[in-house]
């Protein structure tokens, strides 16, 4: 459950010194499991929803050093699904879209109120793919994007040679809106802005828990915590802790980036400013120019087990990434990755998210498929309120989306989905 220590992203700013560990049994009115995006979210709402009440919020391994310190910095408001021809699935990419953009308006809020610096930019995104005969597929995209009101742009070759500094592209859809980011800057400001009547304990895992007489009994190694109300925020998580286990199962992505390029180097890219590509088939490649110059690529998701990935199978990854890079920029040196590193994500069939009152005690928020920034955090606001017994127009929004259906089980589960990413790589072969 413990993540390598060699995140970029993690790596870039100073370690924190006030770390606590669970080291005697305690009692509080709300225990949250994970401090990722959802779980600080909904921790910062609790306190000021219960200002009086004692809230504590648990972590595996340090905070915020799961998928949210790791991620690849999209905060999106919208995702590239092919297809969404007829009106019904129109009103359900629409509903998908509010949630993004709420999740947007969340974080936004957040970094205004505390002056959060995290390299924002609002510099929109690009779906790209060098296989020309995808073109169909963002020529649809654009019509729903067109009929929902985003501002989009499809782009072809010189253009997107100019605007990303690789000619390896030869069709994309720019969207306007969607945010880069840096995601550990953000996640560490919602840790270092927690409020007082919140309390953290890291590198403490729970273990197993049960509800007796409306009292939860958590355990972790040699101490547990007794609570009122619980909420489950272990997004990759949840299935291992007996949580929705039917409608939610782990992915692990593996990513790398390389160190700033030299002026020379930047110079004969033609000096683009700061982009993020996403792939048109959902197994190709995400890669990012970063402010500071850096290249950040994620091309695999996969089953994996154990959780945590070993050096050498990182290594093994990180050459899959230093081809990805060689590919768009055959001019680069080949040794320019500085840091790979694997991070955990959750999953559903159908790409619904999980939000739920499991019982008038037990809370849940996760399983954002990949985008969760926003979402993640939004959704740990709400299930907050939710958990509080008040309604808003966010959780109605939320509420509203088709809901997450139903997994077979193991090991047909495995089979299914290994069977399905072999396909999707298969298909995605050209933008890896
Ligand atoms: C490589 C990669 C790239 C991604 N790129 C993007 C992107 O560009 N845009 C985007 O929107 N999303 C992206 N995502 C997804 C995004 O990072 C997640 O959806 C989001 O971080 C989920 O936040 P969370 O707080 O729900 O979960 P997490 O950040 O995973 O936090 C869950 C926490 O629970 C803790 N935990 C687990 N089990 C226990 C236990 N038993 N006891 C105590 N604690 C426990 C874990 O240690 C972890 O810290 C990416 C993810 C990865 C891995």
Avoid at 211 to 218: F, G, Q, S, V
Wanted: glycine share 6%; aromatic share 10%.
């Amino acid at each position: 459950m413990v993540n390598d220590n060699s995140c970029g992203w993690i790596n870039d700013l100073n370690k924190r010194s006030d770390i606590k560990i669970l080291n005697k049994d305690k009692f509080c009115d709300w225990l949250i499991v994970g401090a990722g995006y959802t779980g600080l979210s909904a921790a910062r709402k609790l306190s000021e929803l219960h200002p009086n009440e004692k809230i504590i919020i648990v972590d595996a391994q340090l905070a915020g050093e799961g998928a949210s310190g790791r991620n690849s910095g999209y905060l999106v408001d919208t995702t590239l699904n092919d297809g969404f021809t007829s009106n019904k699935e129109l009103s359900n990419y629409k509903k998908k879209t509010d949630i993004y953009n709420l999740g947007i308006d969340t974080v936004k809020k957040f970094i205004k109120e505390y002056q959060v610096d995290c390299d924002w930019n609002e510099c929109g995104k690009y779906f790209a793919t060098p296989k020309l005969e995808d073109k169909n597929i963002l020529i649809n995209f654009s019509k729903t994007l067109s009929k929902l009101g985003f501002n989009h742009k499809l782009l072809f070759n010189n253009e997107l040679t100019k605007r990303l500094g690789t000619s390896f592209y030869n069709v994309a859809l720019h969207t306007k809106g969607g945010i880069l980011l840096h995601p550990r800057k953000l996640v560490r400001a919602m840790i270092d802005t927690l409020p007082e009547n919140v309390f953290l304990y890291e590198n403490s895992s729970l273990l197993d828990w049960k509800k007796n007489n409306d009292i939860i009994t958590c355990n972790f190694k040699n101490v547990k915590i007794s609570c009122k109300k619980i909420i489950f925020a272990t997004n990759g998580f949840l299935k291992s802790l007996g949580i929705k286990s039917n409608y939610n199962f782990p992915l692990t992505l593996t990513a790398s980036m390389t160190r700033s390029l030299t002026d020379e180097e930047f110079k004969s890219i033609g000096e683009p400013k700061e982009w993020g590509v996403l792939p048109v088939k959902p197994m190709g490649a995400t890669i990012r120019m970063t402010r500071d110059r850096r290249i950040l690529i994620r091309n695999t998701a996969e089953v994996y087990n154990p959780l945590k990935m070993s050096q050498f199978e990182l290594n093994k990854r990180s050459i899959k990434q230093k081809i990805g890079i060689k590919k768009r920029f055959p001019k680069l040196p080949d040794d320019i990755i500085q840091s790979s590193w694997s991070g955990i994500v959750s999953r559903t069939r159908n790409g619904s998210q999980i939000f739920e009152k499991i019982d008038d005690h037990v809370f849940v928020a996760g399983c954002y498929n990949g985008s969760g920034i926003g979402v993640g955090i939004l959704f740990g606001e709400q299930i907050a309120i939710k958990a509080s017994n008040e309604n808003t127009k966010e959780i109605e929004t939320i509420e509203a989306r088709n809901k997450p259906t139903w997994l077979p089980p193991q090991p047909f589960l495995n089979l299914g989905v290994k069977t399905r990413l072999f396909y999707e790589r298969f298909r995605a072969k050209n933008e890896i």
